[in-house]
């Protein structure tokens, strides 16, 4: 007696399986029943000696029996036979079959998941954040400041762009970061932004041809750089000086500053000026002798260049009221640094003591600097004690002059400017040294 495919479901035990039907275009279908006592359907087929079955759906033995199509609660054996003679025929037509098919599906989604993973990861935010590590790790004074032009300007103001693929930022997109800035009369800031940015993809763009920028940088596959092309922020010089009347009014109300706050912001103005973020590296071990080094990072070169300056007498005096280990402007002893921008606002206090109109810390240098060149100081050597203006191949590679000389000179020449007394012989020995 023949057993109907019905009968031959009922007959089945959980985990056990049965063929019910052969399909014409290969394969058969098969019923197999589950720990929870319901029936799957599925399509079972060799291919290339490898066995297979492709679910069809659960059976459903209430369907009419020659229904060809599924009821919401599942299968007749005619309406799963009909299935399976299209997942057969399909087989059959596609290249490689279905089980080559589904997984071309799964490699294209997963494809699709790494692109929108990279999108995700690989954007203009971490792009920034990668290039300001890249600063920091080349112990550039400048991470700091990019990071905060990013986190203000940037990823606050435009958080969508900052989200966007860093590939896909459009040149359109950052000048409208940085025409915000132009506009709110920020010309520095804008400037900034649009250098930082310029510099990250520069990084991202040359990272797979110069082995010294980290690899992270090739991962956001950019091969343009949106800001080249973009119209450059015209600077203006700092035409606002300290006169010599303010820096002596400067000067003299920081005598009256008692501790070590006292003694760093005079020995800013006696070493002539130097930069706040350089002075407040040194250390007890960047002395020796008359002579202290600091390190200028600025610029795009690799390793800070190193700045020596001699120790006039003013100046060590200032400095041994500062710490005699660790770092020399510190306010616990050496063990940490005082901040730029700590200098910066007591000074400012200072200068607003001293009745001086709009006072900022950098008024002093360019104030100094003006000075020196109206008591006859070569901008030679106003740059060399400055350490500002030194480029060309000369300079760079081939003069080796520390001018120790000439800036004690000059650091002379300061003091008794400050001091109000004539800066004696100096056009003399300017006049000398372009001889």
């Given at each position: 007696m023949t057993v109907t495919p019905g009968q031959m479901i009922k007959e089945l035990q959980a985990g056990q399986s049965a063929r019910l039907v052969k399909i014409e275009h290969g394969g058969s279908l098969e019923a197999r029943r589950l720990n929870s006592g319901n029936v799957m359907l599925y399509w079972r087929h060799t291919r290339e000696g490898r066995t297979e079955r492709t679910p069809i759906g659960p059976w459903d033995s209430a369907a009419p029996p020659k229904s060809t199509d599924p009821t919401p609660r599942g299968y007749s054996i005619t309406a799963a036979t009909v299935a399976a003679r299209g997942m057969a025929k399909e087989d059959a037509e596609t290249p490689g079959g279905l089980r080559a098919q589904r997984e071309r599906e799964a490699a294209a989604q997963a494809a699709a998941a790494h692109e929108k993973a990279s999108r995700e990861r690989y954007t203009l935010k971490a792009l920034c954040a990668d290039y300001v590590a890249y600063l920091k790790g080349k112990q550039k004074a400048s991470w700091r400041d990019a990071e905060n032009i990013f986190q203000n300007h940037l990823q606050a103001a435009f958080p969508e762009l900052a989200a966007k693929p860093a590939a896909q930022v459009e040149r359109r997109e950052i000048v409208e970061a940085v025409r915000r800035l132009t506009e709110a009369d920020k010309a520095t800031t804008a400037r900034k932004l649009r250098a930082y940015v310029r510099a990250a993809y520069s990084c991202a763009v040359r990272a797979d041809s110069d082995p010294a920028l980290p690899s992270s940088f090739i991962a956001y596959r950019v091969t343009t750089n949106p800001v080249e092309g973009m119209a450059a922020i015209k600077s203006q010089a700092d035409k606002n000086p300290l006169s010599a009347a303010e820096l002596r009014r400067y000067w003299k109300a920081l005598q009256e500053v008692d501790g070590p706050v006292g003694a760093a912001l005079r020995l800013q103005v006696v070493s002539g000026g130097q930069r706040p973020l350089q002075l407040a590296r040194l250390t007890a071990n960047d002395i020796a002798g008359d002579t202290l080094r600091l390190l200028d990072p600025k610029g795009k070169r690799d390793e800070p260049r190193e700045h020596f300056l001699p120790i006039t007498r003013p100046m060590r005096t200032e400095l041994d009221?500062?710490?005699?280990?660790?770092?020399?402007?510190?306010?616990?002893?050496?063990?940490?640094?005082?901040?730029?921008?700590?200098?910066?606002?007591?000074?400012?206090?200072?200068?607003?003591?001293?009745?001086i109109e709009g006072f900022q810390l950098k008024r002093v240098r360019s104030g100094i600097e003006t000075l020196l060149a109206e008591a006859g100081v070569s901008r030679e050597i106003r740059g060399h004690l400055q350490s500002h203006g030194i480029s060309g191949v000369q300079a760079v590679h081939y003069d080796a002059h520390t001018y120790l000389p000439e800036k004690c000179e000059a650091l002379d020449a300061l003091y008794r400017l400050l001091e109000r007394e004539p800066a004696k012989n100096w056009s003399r020995i300017a006049r000398k040294r372009a001889a």
């Open positions: 009221r500062l710490p005699a280990t660790g770092f020399k402007l510190s306010t616990d002893g050496g063990t940490t640094p005082m901040h730029a921008t700590s200098l910066s606002a007591w000074a400012s206090e200072i200068g607003a003591a001293a009745r």
